[in-house]
């Protein structure tokens, strides 16, 4: 059965460019009535463009309903108007892909704390400001689908990405919240972890690779993660048409006590703490605490 999204109203944003573009262009093709936004600006944030203003162009040509919008996502009142006017040209609003980025790449020892933070702002804040723009109306409607954009350097880490790591893991807690709290309302939250050739991956890929690495190969993972039938509160890896799922588990652990309760006793037990042969994938945080509950009544 073909995914459809008619009688949708999206929004994307950072749809000027690179993954975002081609997500707001598949979805509108499929249906979707979305807003494009983006406020066009370089690879690191500065600056500004009618970028999302041309993606709108490109999806009415094809036959499709789109609004462009130019804010920053890390402007709370301009994302609540953005979520306003779409509210009010079509009625509501379905979905939100979170996906406006920026890179400001340096060691950890050279990074201001500017840069940092300006990163965790866009990406994190960003997200988090979107997303409660759209949360009320979720809520109301009883259906809302929200997909964060993470990044293999927040789960796993990458070389010169503090800031950009620590704002991507970020986004992966924000969902793994809103999941629990969205849930009773028919919202699913899930993060995409994309691998793609764009502005911001140009120096990473030689040109070969640019091409099999594109933006349309990403996409369906995220149409699918912000469909009818998604599922919540996965992390899913995309690249090249490979797709992926990542987890967060917790080994069951070990119980010290006496003199074993000590540094020395967590040296001498690391390989049985790290031992991942009964780990689990936790739904909650509370299922740290009620595993730490049955290793005690284990022993
Ligand atoms: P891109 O640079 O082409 O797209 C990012 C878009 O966000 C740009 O059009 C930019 O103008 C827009 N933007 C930046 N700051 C904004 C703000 N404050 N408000 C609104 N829009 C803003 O890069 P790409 O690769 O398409 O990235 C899309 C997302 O995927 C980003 O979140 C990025 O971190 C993430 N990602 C991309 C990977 C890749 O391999 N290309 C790898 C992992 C994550």
């Not at 809302?144 to 790591?165: D, E, H, I, K, P």
């Not at 793609?196 to 996409?219: I, N, S």
């Not at 990542?246 to 006496?258: F, R």
């Not at 390989?271 to 299922?287: K, L």
Request: charged share 20%; net charge negative; aromatic share 6%.
């Amino acid at each position: 059965m073909s995914i459809r999204f008619d009688d949708r109203v999206a929004i994307v944003t950072g749809a000027g460019g690179g993954l975002g573009r081609h997500y707001a262009l598949e979805l509108a093709r499929r249906g979707a009535r979305v807003v494009v936004n983006d406020l066009g600006g370089d690879r690191s944030g500065q600056g500004g463009s009618d970028a999302a203003q041309a993606v709108v162009e490109e999806i009415r040509a094809a036959g499709g309903e789109a609004i462009a919008n130019g804010a920053s996502v890390t402007d709370v009142a301009a994302m609540e108007e953005m979520v306003a006017r779409a509210r009010e040209a079509w009625g509501g609003v379905h979905i939100l892909i979170n996906n406006a980025g920026v890179l400001r790449d340096r060691t950890f020892a050279k990074m201001t704390p500017e840069d940092f933070a300006f990163v965790v702002d866009v990406h994190l804040i960003g997200s988090a400001n979107a997303t409660k723009a759209c949360w009320e109306t979720f809520r109301e409607q009883h259906y809302g689908r929200v997909l964060m954009t993470a990044s293999s350097s927040g789960l796993f880490g990458n070389f010169g990405q503090a800031n950009y790591g620590a704002a991507k893991l970020g986004v992966v807690g924000l969902a793994r919240t809103l999941h629990l709290e969205g849930a009773r309302y028919g919202i699913r939250v899930n993060t995409i972890a994309p691998v793609a050739g764009t502005r911001m991956t140009e120096e990473l890929f030689p040109a070969e690779a640019f091409a099999a690495f594109a933006p349309e190969k990403v996409a369906p993972a995220a149409l699918f993660l912000v469909s009818e039938d998604a599922p919540s509160n996965q992390i899913v890896g995309a690249g090249a048409g490979v797709f992926q799922a990542s987890q967060i588990t917790l080994t069951p652990g070990v119980l010290l006590e006496g003199e074993a309760l000590s540094p020395e006793g967590v040296a001498a037990h690391w390989s049985a703490i790290t031992d991942r042969t009964e780990e689990i994938v936790p739904e909650s945080g509370a299922a740290q605490a009620m595993l730490i509950g049955a290793r005690l009544t284990r022993g």
